[in-house]
């Protein structure tokens, strides 16, 4: 195990004075807020139960680490896409079943690698495989993204895309030019930024853009929408959901995987060895388990609240845990569900044009990284299914078990990979 940086304020099992702990705990809930609600609006599931699971998983993530690796668990954007074609034809209930079966297959992944080691996750998920997924995952939703941005009721409007395009600059201006704060948070203040912006649009147009109506009838304390599994709705086995998101999670665990690695390079701690991969798995899986069973996406650990540490050099458990209590603690407030279903569609697009985007980004930034020859055909080829066959939607469809394009293409590029001889002329 290496020796933690010199220069942290706090170390992971550090606890800062309970006046800056807060302090500490209410930036991290920001850093995370814009992200987790984001993916249920686009899905249509209630926010605040986002927040509730999101909150709950960590502070399971935590408990099952032992209380060593200072992890925030966020909703995950790699399910999006499957958890809205889910909702067209099985509802949350359907979209929960499949956030479960993803948890565990978490859970299995870690029974495997506790008795048979990590090696054969890099050969199953290499890099020419997970990076296009990774861009499959961001392209597949562009579509929406600008729908979003530029129809208003099914047509083009041009106040719609106005709103989006100052939305869009505002989050790239915080993301580029913030300083502290300000460049942790830019999704969130990019959501700020166009909610104001189409207020004034709304004053001088006098077009209704955002309908304060729920707000105004909703209380401060509520409980949130929960659909609890075998309470709220009677179970019903799908097997489309299980075949769509089952795979997904194998794409999020390589997310989960690069996380660690932070982690173990920001603190100075092997997590690998200490907890241990099969701890920080079941942690992310039960995580995910927690969030299916109250009726919300699946969560991942999140880059964001990282990326507030390496500037804060701020590392403690005690503070991850504080902004997970937060979280659930807000989400019992009615007002904000209510205001956050009043931010309008063309704020959402602008929003999501920039993240999706990022995200497809980053599956080219793994192929830079990892050095991948594209001269080799195989790796052309690999790449190249993968891309079209999830970005163009292809899906597998037999006798009403529906697999999605993104965990189709994942399926595809797996197969490939182990099929195609590594040596090829080129």
């Keep these: 195990m290496t020796t933690p940086k010199k220069d942290v304020i706090y170390d992971v099992h550090d606890k800062p004075p309970f006046g800056m702990w807060m302090g500490l705990s209410l930036q991290h809930l920001f850093a995370m807020f814009g992200s987790t609600v984001l993916v249920p ?41 499957a958890m809205q074609n889910l909702m067209k034809h099985g509802g949350i209930a359907a979209v929960a079943q499949g956030a479960v079966v993803g948890g565990l297959v978490y859970l299995l992944v870690a029974l495997i690698v506790k008795f048979s080691g990590k090696a054969w996750i890099d050969k199953v998920l290499p890099p020419i495989v997970v990076a296009p997924i990774v861009m499959v995952i961001g392209l597949s939703l562009a579509g929406t993204a600008v729908s979003d941005a530029m129809n208003r009721d099914g047509k083009y409007s041009l106040t719609f895309l106005l709103i989006a395009l100052v939305t869009l600059f505002a989050v790239v201006g915080f993301n580029m030019f913030g300083k502290g704060l300000t460049s942790l948070i830019p999704i969130l203040l990019g959501i700020i930024v166009g909610y104001l912006f189409t207020l004034i649009v709304q004053s001088i147009t006098g077009t209704t853009i955002i309908s304060f109506d729920e707000l105004a009838k909703s209380h401060w304390l509520s409980l949130p929408s929960f659909d609890i599994m075998f309470v709220d709705y009677h179970f019903k086995l799908y097997p489309s959901a299980i075949a ?18 932070v982690l173990n390079s920001l603190t100075g701690n092997d997590y690998f060895k200490d907890p241990g991969l099969e701890r920080t798995l079941t942690g992310d899986g039960v995580a995910q388990i927690i969030a299916g069973f109250f009726g919300a996406p699946p969560v991942t650990s999140y880059g964001e609240n990282i990326g507030v540490m390496a500037i804060t050099k701020i590392h403690s458990v005690y503070v991850i845990a504080g902004a997970a209590a937060f979280a659930v603690l807000l989400s019992f407030v009615g007002k904000i569900s209510a205001l956050i279903h009043s ?22 930034k793994i192929l830079v990284e990892n050095k991948v020859d594209f001269d080799d055909k195989r790796n052309l ?7 079209v066959s999830g970005i163009g939607g292809l899906m597998l469809n037999v006798k009403g078990i529906l697999i999605s394009s993104v965990a189709f293409s994942t399926l595809l590029g797996i197969g490939m990979h182990l099929i195609l001889p590594k040596t090829i002329d080129k």
Aim: aromatic share 10%; net charge neutral; glycine share 10%.
């Design 381 to 387: 080829l690999i790449a190249s299914v993968i891309l």
């Design 343 to 364: 931010i309008p569609t063309p704020v959402i697009g602008g929003v999501s044009i920039a993240l999706f985007g990022v995200i497809a980004s980053s599956g080219l």
């Design 41 to 81: 609006i686009l899905v249509g599931i209630d926010p605040s139960i986002a927040l509730f699971s999101s909150g709950l998983g960590t502070l399971a993530h935590l408990s099952v680490t032992k209380y060593k690796i200072p992890a925030y668990m966020g909703s995950s954007f790699a399910y999006i896409l």
């Design 244 to 261: 769509t998101m089952a795979p997904i999670a194998f794409v999020t665990m390589t997310e989960h995987f690069g996380h660690v690695m």
